[in-house]
């Protein structure tokens, strides 16, 4: 006995031992932390997007499963999806499901996701990092694309504390977008928040690659929230392309998934956004579209009973835009930014729209596409007496904002005349700033066009801008 002890194999099998006793401690702490009863409610009412729920109590925001078999008793046909915590009145809870929920029953379980206690019901964790560049992901954190799973990265919630704005670094450095007509004449700050303002089929998914692929920044995030399925692996394809793919995240939540899970998309792409500026890079967020985000809101409080006030919208999408919203921006004093720039779709291109109305009083400017210029061939067709950078006078000096103004009213000037011009009413001679406008107005117009896959760094910009627009020290 004594000389098995001291064998060369006694020191080995002790460690192995011992790896096991380890292991099973860890198990054991697992199992005795766990609750000894299981919060368990049923499915009481099913009425278009909201399922009504009693016999358990659950927060807002929290996760839960719902049973979508009847189950034999043995397991084998039983199906979960998740649903979130969106409501309550009394001891019912409003649930809103994540996925679809064909073979639901009357008095199916509702029970907590994760572990079935309520002090960790709510922490639904997402992965964040560095092993999501290059990916694409849905609205849960779940890969789309077949580059395997993202097990390894690291999880967190949603939710995150909001950042002080007295200790939020000011805008105050200029970032190249890789655009003309933005670098020139709507310079965009790092940290700035710019509104896309276009309807349809004007060219904001072609801009939004062009500014994807050029913009200087070191991490780029791409939420495509409510598109259709076509347009998002077309984006990617042929409008982000491999070279803008390679430093980006895109969180993709197209128009068939349900309002939940578009809503999710939206606030998983800003906390990416997030978790990359506290590691003090310099992130480009790009969401298309903050109306599809504000439409999901609409159809999940029109869904648990909320009444409809400016043009069918509740009152609480009015707030929920905002608190997407001001998640980006700067960060801290010497920490990272994301610059974020939101597309706002404009019914009939009328700018008054609700949710483009209650945009463009929280960004930090707007950009509008015009379905004019679009028609006629002009790209980008940027409407720049329609459009402005409200940090553009913090990043560029009087020189350069006295430019991008002579440069507008030009534009403006013509714009006014153009009838008389046409039709040959027009004298040269009357008015010399509209004869210098007539006459500069083809460089003027080709100055604002750019081709897709043409960049103009903000050097170059400023180089040509000199030579249309020469203004003294």
């Given amino acids: ?32 932390s766990l609750s000894h009863y299981r919060h368990e409610g049923r499915v009481t009412r099913a009425t278009g997007l909201v399922l009504e729920a009693i016999g358990i109590r659950l927060p807002l925001g929290s996760a839960c499963l719902i049973e979508l078999s009847a189950g034999n008793g043995s397991g084998d046909d039983e199906r979960f999806a998740e649903a979130e915590v969106v409501g309550f009145a009394g001891d019912k809870l409003f649930l809103m499901p994540l996925a679809d929920t064909s073979g639901l029953l009357p008095g199916a379980r509702v029970l907590a996701l994760s572990g079935n206690r309520l002090d960790v019901a709510s922490a639904r964790r997402f992965p964040l990092g560095d092993g999501l560049l290059g990916r694409i992901v ?17 999880h967190a919630p949603l939710e995150t504390p ?15 977008v890789g655009i003309r007509a933005i670098n020139g004449l709507l310079t965009v700050g790092r940290g700035q928040r710019m509104g896309l303002f276009a309807g349809s089929g004007v060219g904001k998914s072609v801009l939004l690659g062009m500014m994807a692929r050029y913009t200087d920044a070191d991490v780029i995030v791409v939420g495509l929230i409510g598109e259709r399925g076509r347009e998002v692996q ?10 803008g793919l390679a430093r980006a995240v895109v969180v993709a939540a197209p128009a068939d998934t349900s309002p939940l899970q578009r809503m999710q998309g939206a606030a998983y792409a800003t906390r990416l956004a ?29 869904a648990i009973g909320e009444p409809p006030a400016t043009k069918g919208y509740p009152p609480s999408v009015f707030a929920k835009l905002p608190a997407l919203v001001e998640r980006a921006g700067n960060g801290k004093r010497g920490g990272g930014s994301i610059t974020a720039f939101y597309t706002v779709l404009t019914e009939g291109d009328d700018q008054q729209d609700p949710i483009a109305d209650s945009a463009r009083a929280i960004l930090d400017g707007h950009i509008v596409l015009s379905r004019q210029l679009a028609e006629s061939g002009h790209y980008p067709a940027i409407d720049i007496e329609a459009s402005i950078s409200r940090a553009m006078p913090a990043v560029v000096d009087t020189r350069r904002l006295r430019q991008a103004q002579g440069f507008k009213q030009m534009i403006s000037r013509y714009q006014r005349n153009r009838d008389l011009i046409n039709v040959g009413a027009y004298v ?10 007539v006459a500069l107005y083809p460089r003027l117009e080709t100055f604002l066009q750019q081709r897709m896959n043409e960049t103009a760094g903000i050097e170059h910009t400023r180089a040509e801008l000199d030579r249309l627009i020469p203004i003294d020290d």
């Fill in 1 to 32: 006995m004594g000389d098995a002890a001291r064998s060369p194999q006694a020191p080995e099998m002790a460690s192995h031992h011992q790896r096991w006793r380890l292991a099973l401690d860890k198990v054991t702490q697992r199992v005795e």
């Fill in 138 to 154: 849905d609205g849960n954190g779940r890969p789309l694309d077949d580059h395997g799973p993202l097990e390894q990265a690291p």
């Fill in 274 to 302: 997030e978790d990359f500026r506290d590691q003090g890079r310099n992130v480009l967020l790009i969401m298309d579209s903050l109306t599809r985000y504000a439409m999901a809101a609409r159809e999940i409080a029109l």
């Fill in 428 to 437: 040269s001679g009357q008015d010399p700033q509209l004869d210098r406008a």
């Fill in 234 to 243: 077309d984006f990617i394809e042929n409008i982000l392309g491999e070279e």
């Fill in 162 to 176: 909001p950042i002080n704005p007295l200790a939020r670094a000011p805008i105050d450095t200029t970032i190249d």
